[in-house]
């Protein structure tokens, strides 16, 4: 995951401008790791181990860059993403 670069989510997410280069790299990746963290309970070295997060990573990034309204359409997490999480979640209580 820590070789995931600006390039790498705005091609994945077929983001065609540099606009928002800083908001992605600044905000959208760190909130993403901090989210996968928190989720799955593991620490940044045990994620930057995991290769299928890495894919979970990159989409939550570009869902968060796709999904910046105010407006709250349902309250459930991207379901691949969340597979990807749960995967390797070891605060499953």
């Given at each position: 995951?820590s070789?995931?670069?600006?390039?790498?989510?705005?091609?994945?997410?077929?983001?065609?401008?540099?606009?928002?280069?800083?908001?992605?790299?600044?905000?959208?990746?760190p909130?993403?790791?901090?989210?996968?963290?928190?989720?799955?309970?593991?620490?940044?070295?045990?994620?930057?181990?995991?290769?299928?997060?890495?894919?979970a990573?990159?989409?939550?990034?570009?869902?968060?860059?796709d999904?910046?309204s105010?407006?709250?359409?349902?309250?459930?997490q991207n379901?691949?993403?969340q597979?990807?999480?749960?995967?390797?979640c070891?605060?499953?209580?």
């Amino acid at each position: 995951m820590s070789e995931v670069t600006v390039d790498i989510i705005k091609q994945y997410g077929v983001i065609d401008n540099d606009d928002d280069d800083n908001l992605i790299e600044t905000v959208l990746m760190p909130s993403a790791k901090s989210h996968i963290s928190d989720y799955t309970g593991l620490s940044a070295e045990k994620i930057d181990q995991k290769e299928s997060l890495t894919m979970a990573y990159i989409a939550l990034c570009v869902f968060l860059y796709d999904s910046r309204s105010m407006n709250i359409i349902n309250d459930k997490q991207n379901a691949v993403i969340q597979s990807f999480l749960d995967a390797h979640c070891v605060n499953l209580v």
